[in-house]
């Protein structure tokens, strides 16, 4: 399985893009940045999977659906526990901030269509088995776990704290590698704790929960006018841990 790392970010400033991975050309984790791509890597997109509703994970979506709209026959699935969903049709595509593209271009066969998951319970799309975890973050959120040939990849999305999905995933044989946000540097600890976004220090203290110690474990959602003083607070202190800051245009394989 290969991940492109589309947008790594939790701002979009300058050459820093919103969050967005790519599974294997077909598979979207979170759209921030889902528009940005060139126009045959968006038409190339089945499923997006989506951790929660905040604009920063779902705004892409908007403008890539106009993007290929008139250039497939094809119904996107959108995929994310009910909650999600229902802020997404409620706030965004709902006839008045944006098209409600599940009712376009007909009811029988729309460009996009919304599929509710239950925390804990797989789905299967496109050789990909995903779960979805749940995770403490400001608004309703999960993290999504990828398995494929036995292998094992978790996205966290936005989170302060997951009890339940590191009990769920210190039960695997392995994990491979994760994707975890750090958004705040640690003197901005009040403002990450308000958001329910972790910080270096708020970071280690979760990873402390995570058994397997083998996991390559990549930041993002890094706020771009922090990243020097995150990066201080993260190395060299995290010593016992593989960590890497998730850079975009990266191909990360599993
Ligand atoms: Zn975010
Ligand atoms: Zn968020």
């Avoid at 060139?38 to 892409?60: N, R, S, V, Y």
């Avoid at 936005?158 to 540097?185: C, H, Q, T």
Wanted: charged residues 25%; glycine residues 4%.
């Amino acid at each position: 399985m290969k991940i492109k790392i589309v947008g790594a970010y939790g701002a979009s400033l300058s050459t820093y893009h919103l969050t967005t991975f790519i599974l294997d050309k077909t598979i979207a984790l979170d759209a921030g940045s889902l528009n940005i791509m060139d126009l045959e890597d968006q038409l190339a997109i089945d499923h997006i999977f989506i951790t929660h509703a905040h604009l920063d994970h779902i705004g892409g979506i908007a403008f890539y659906i106009d993007n290929i709209f008139a250039l497939t026959n094809k119904t996107i699935f959108i995929h994310a526990i009910p909650e999600v969903i229902k802020s997404m049709k409620d706030h965004l595509f709902n006839k008045d901030i944006w098209v409600d593209f599940t009712k376009l271009p007909s009811e029988g066969r729309p460009r996009i269509s919304f599929n509710e998951l239950k925390l804990f319970e797989p789905v299967e799309v496109n050789g990909k088995i995903i779960t979805p975890l749940p995770t403490e973050h400001i608004v309703p959120s999960s993290a999504f776990l990828i398995e494929e040939k036995k292998k094992y990849f978790l996205y966290t999305g936005d989170m302060i704290r997951a009890p339940k999905m590191w009990e769920y995933v210190n039960k695997l044989p392995k994990l491979k590698g994760m994707i975890i946000e750090v958004s705040f540097p640690d003197s901005l600890m009040n403002i990450a704790n308000a958001s329910k976004h972790l910080t270096p220090s708020l970071l280690r203290k979760e990873l402390k929960n995570l058994k397997h110690m083998e996991t390559e474990i990549y930041i993002y959602h890094i706020k771009p006018m922090f990243i020097d003083e995150i990066v201080q607070d993260l190395f060299p202190k995290t010593v016992d841990r593989n960590i890497k800051l998730l850079y975009e245009d990266e191909i990360i394989e599993i």
